[in-house]
Structure formats: C-alpha cells, structure tokens
C-alpha cells in the first residue's frame, strides 16, 4: 500500500505570502492519480487539485499543482485569509482501486 | 442543484446496527460511482469503498472488508453505508463522494454524517 506524507504538519504564515505544501509517497506513482483537497471546518473536504496539476472548476487561480514521480507539491501564490486550513493529498490506486490519503497540512495564521 | 445530501446523525451502541444514506440530486445517479470516507482526528481520511449505482457492483478496502456493507437503490437515487454490528471504534465522520468512472478525484462531497457508537 502506497504511503503519502504530507509536510510540515502545520505552516504558519501571514496573508499575502506565498504557502509550499509538500506530499510525498513511499513509491513512485503517475501524476494523473494524485489529488489535492481543502477542509475548511465543519465541512467536507472540496477538490482543489486533480492529476497533480489541474485546477478543479471554480478554484483560483492562486492554487496550482506540480509534481511527479514521489513528490508532489500544492503552492498557493497569495494567501486569502479564507486559505488558513486544512490541505490533503491524496493518490489513487486502480488494480484493485484503492485511495489513500495524506495526513494532512495545516495552514495556520502567523 | 447538483449536490449530495446524507443522513443526519446517530448515536448508537455497540452491537447495534446502523444504515446511513446519500442521496444525489440533479444529476444523473448512475453514470457516476459513490464512495464512502471515513475521518477520524487519529487516522484522518481512509477510503472504505465504493459502488457503481448502475449494477450495484462494489469494491471494498481491505481494512473495511467484512466490517461494513455498501449497497444502493438507483430507482430513488441513493447509497447507502450499513453496519449489522457497530464498535465503539466506528465512531466518526463519514462523507459520500462521487467519481466519475473515467476519472480518478472525488469531486462532489456529502455533507457528512457523524456517527457515534457509545454506551
């Protein structure tokens, strides 16, 4: 079963900064099935990122995805004071379907 | 509204049984496959499986296999996440999420349903 570490934990920065969330699996998988969630609190995680690099309909343009192999990265250019919290990686697995996910970033106001 | 619209929540025993439902709304039910998430604050998100509402056909995580049962009725556009016999540690969130079969992202969510199993 493929392991995604998610890092750092938490990441405290202010609005306007520029925000690095790495995740990074314990074998090499295909960009196309790994995917980037956000968690606001008391709601369902919302697709941000799928196939590493492809924003999901609706998302700004200050989210972007990149990555290949065993690292991924979800960079947001300028944080917005709704952005502090919650990011999950995610892969998944086709034979037999399997997905599992990261176990998350924290995105914290400084 | 394209949406996904779950039980509310529960409180039951250990022992007990338990089914929760998501039901999806203007969209066409069939042509997209249901998952099921569980959160808890110690394990986080863990895939418990899926069904493809159009035959019923289901796929299970081998940490969930056994322990719980996935089945839908297409003719009122539901899933459903049943229990015949709830622990202590089923304790949590659980999310719907649809897919569609020729993708690989979860890209509509439940609201959840909590779900706690205490005596």
């Known amino acids: 079963e493929i392991v995604l570490t998610q890092s750092p934990g938490t990441l405290s920065l202010s609005p306007g900064e520029r925000a690095t969330l790495s995740c990074r699996a314990s074998q090499s998988i295909s960009s196309s099935y790994l995917n980037w969630y956000q968690q606001k609190p008391g709601q369902a995680p919302r697709l941000l990122i799928y196939?590493?690099?492809n924003r999901a309909t609706d998302i700004p343009d200050r989210f972007s995805g990149s990555g290949s192999g065993t690292d991924f990265t979800l960079t947001i250019s300028r944080l917005e004071p709704e952005d502090f919290v919650l990011y999950y990686c995610?892969?998944?697995?086709?034979?037999?379907?399997?997905?599992?996910f990261g176990q998350g970033t924290k995105l914290e106001i400084k | 509204e394209v949406q996904l619209v779950q039980s509310g929540a529960e409180v039951k025993q250990p022992g007990e049984s338990l089914k929760i439902s998501c039901k999806g709304s203007e969209y066409s039910f069939t042509s997209y496959w249901i998952n099921w998430v569980r959160q808890t604050p110690g394990k986080g998100l863990e895939w418990i499986g899926r069904i493809d509402p159009s035959d019923s056909h289901t796929d299970y995580s081998t940490s969930f296999q056994g322990h719980v049962s996935i089945t839908g009725d297409k003719s009122i556009n539901t899933a459903y996440l049943q229990w015949s016999r709830l622990k202590a540690s089923d304790t949590a969130m659980y999310y719907c999420?649809?897919?569609?079969?020729?993708?690989?992202?979860?890209?509509?969510w439940g609201q959840g349903t909590l779900v706690t199993v205490s005596s």
């Open positions: 995610q892969q998944c697995g086709t034979s037999p379907p399997m997905y599992t």
């Open positions: 196939g590493a690099s």
């Open positions: 999420a649809r897919q569609s079969p020729f993708e690989l992202d979860f890209g509509l």
